[in-house]
Nanobody, 120 residues
Framework: QVQLVESGGGSVQAGGSLRLSCAVS?????MAWFRQTPGKEREGVAS???????AYADSVKGRFTISKDNAKNTLSLQMNNLGPEDTAMYYC?????????????????WGQGTQVTVSS
C-alpha cells in the first residue's frame, strides 16, 4: 500500500506561483499530479517516472515543473504564471504501471487532494 499526502494548495492572484508537495510512504514506478474541477473529468497535469522521465499536459508546459526528492520521498509541483483556468483540486497519484504516464486509469494510489484557486 502507498500513502500520499498533499500540501501547499491555496489562493493566489493570476500571474502568481504556488508549490504543491506530496509526501509518499514508499517508492513506486510512476508518480503524477492530476487536477479536477466540478463536473469535469480528472486530467493529468504532470508525471514523473522513477528514471526521471517527465511529461506535461500541453496547457501547463513551460509554467509547471514536477520534481522529486528521493531522500525525502517527496513529489513536488512548482506552478508559475498561474491563471484562473488552473483553479482546481489537485491530486497526487502513484502507480506501479510502467506505462502510467498521464493516464488517470493507470494510477492505483491517490492523495486526498489540495485546492488551488487562482483569481483574476
Amino acid at each position: 500500500q502507498v500513502q500520499l499526502v498533499e500540501s501547499g494548495g491555496g489562493s493566489v492572484q493570476a500571474g502568481g506561483s504556488l508549490r504543491l508537495s506530496c509526501a509518499v510512504s514508499r517508492g513506486t514506478i510512476y508518480m503524477a499530479w492530476f487536477r479536477q474541477t466540478p463536473g469535469k473529468e480528472r486530467e493529468g497535469v504532470a508525471s514523473m517516472a522513477n528514471d526521471g522521465r517527465t511529461a506535461y499536459a500541453d496547457s501547463v508546459k513551460g509554467r509547471f515543473t514536477i520534481s522529486k526528492d528521493n531522500a525525502k520521498n517527496t513529489l513536488s509541483l512548482q506552478m508559475n504564471n498561474l491563471g484562473p483556468e488552473d483553479t482546481a483540486m489537485y491530486y497526487c497519484a502513484a502507480s506501479r504501471n510502467y506505462f502510467a504516464g498521464l493516464s488517470v486509469n493507470r494510477y492505483n494510489y491517490w492523495g486526498q487532494g489540495t485546492q488551488v484557486t487562482v483569481s483574476s
